[in-house]
């Protein structure tokens, strides 16, 4: 059979699809433009796929030279009967050394740029340390159906959003191994005619409202929030007063507050909608940050054990210490937007803007540039002044428990 079919000029300037130099060895391009090496034979009458690396000069990557010279060696081991996927000296080597938690953190400091948020990366490292704990120690090549099936088998019914992401994430994690040269064949990580039918199918998921404790008896709640301690109460206590998300809150750090001025500029980077939003601080949220201990090494206003923040289930820990484990945090928002519309004259916009959602349409967005700071302040005050009234009412333990 022919070889040798293609040039480095060919190959740099080849489309996508699969590109032949003969005997076994191709290009493949993806629709990307990316370019990597694949031996595909076919013995008893199954096509096999064998990753030899990308294209490249650089690190990790294969020249055209190289790929011949791996395809040959390739070609050998069929020659003598033998099985190329354990028996090449350079595959052998590479998988021994490679086990899935070194690909999956691999992999995610190669992703970590293109994350919206520090949220999300945490999501992905905890993912992969913790529920994909027992595949970590295997090396990358052996992980099979079964491997995968074990460790989504207790989650798949139970934890079904949860069991969803895992899935991907191994399956990602597979992909990058493969694409490095490091597996062959089918993910099994897929879902679709795969784990579908091993796992069945996962319940759907129903999303409903955050269950939000009443505004009219956050109040009563706050004033003994003030008495508990930890950074977990204080970092509650600042997202009830700023009606901020959890992630916002977790995430502050010192040199986004401006006491001077009375703000607190969350960046961009850490926004849902991916846009600067500006928190005017009332006085009861600046004197409780003016409180706070500071962490050497640590930047964070609320700082967690290790040199992040606290964690996600902090805040939602000191809700239960006070008897309101039925509410969650995020549904403070929905408490303070309907305080908005029930109890004061503020006008929507203004109320919506305080949550940094978007107001009016795309065209009235545009137009609108300005956020009206001086107006939200004025109802972060009166918020403040609600939730700290000095005599409260209820009994915020048998309300949570009477809404349970």
């Not at 027992?134 to 074990?150: F, G, N």
């Not at 992630?247 to 600067?276: H, N």
Request: net charge positive; charged share 30%; with cysteine.
């Amino acid at each position: 059979m022919a070889r040798h079919k293609l040039t480095d000029t060919k190959v740099r300037a080849a489309g996508s699809g699969w590109h032949g130099d003969g005997d076994g060895l191709w290009l493949r391009v993806q629709l990307s433009g990316s370019r990597s090496w694949v031996f595909v034979s076919i013995r008893h009458g199954r096509r096999r796929e064998m990753g030899l690396g990308p294209y490249g000069g650089g690190a990790r990557q294969v020249s055209l030279a190289a790929a011949r010279v791996k395809a040959e060696e390739v070609r050998e081991i069929l020659g003598r009967g033998g099985d190329p996927f354990r028996e090449m000296g350079e595959r052998q080597a590479r998988v021994k050394a490679r086990t899935f938690g070194e690909i999956a953190d691999e992999l995610i400091e190669v992703k970590a740029p293109t994350f919206r948020n520090a949220k999300h990366l945490d999501q992905w490292r905890m993912t992969l340390a913790v529920y994909a704990k027992p595949l970590r120690k295997l090396p990358v090549a052996e992980v099979s159906t079964d491997d995968v099936a074990a460790v989504l088998r207790p989650i798949w019914a139970t934890k079904a959003e949860t069991a969803g992401r895992l899935r991907g994430r191994v399956e990602a994690v597979l992909d990058y191994a493969k694409a490095l040269g490091l597996r062959d064949g089918e993910n099994p990580a897929r879902l679709k005619g795969h784990l579908d039918h091993i796992l069945g199918k996962r319940p759907r998921l129903t999303r409903g409202h955050h269950a939000a404790m009443p505004w009219a008896d956050v109040p009563a709640f706050f004033a003994r929030l003030r008495e508990a301690e930890g950074f977990g109460a204080r970092a509650l206590e600042l997202t009830i007063l700023c009606a901020t998300r959890t992630g916002e809150t977790r995430g502050a750090t010192w040199d986004e507050i401006d006491f001077d001025k009375a703000l607190w500029t969350i960046p961009a980077e850490r926004m849902k909608a991916g846009k600067e939003h500006i928190v005017p601080l009332a006085p009861p949220a600046v004197e409780m940050l003016r409180g706070l201990p500071r962490m050497d090494g640590n930047p964070h206003l609320f700082p967690g054990r290790v040199k992040g923040p606290i964690s996600d289930m902090t805040m939602t820990k000191a809700m239960g210490a006070l008897g309101a484990e039925a509410f969650t945090v995020h549904g403070f928002r929905s408490a303070f937007r309907d305080w908005c519309g029930d109890a004061t004259n503020f006008p929507r916009d203004v109320a919506e803007m305080a949550l940094a959602h978007k107001v009016g349409d795309a065209t009235e967005q545009a137009y609108r540039r300005a956020s009206a700071l001086a107006k939200r302040g004025k109802l972060m005050e009166a918020w403040a002044a609600y939730v700290t009234r000095p005599k409260p009412a209820g009994n915020v333990v048998a309300i949570a428990e009477a809404r349970a």
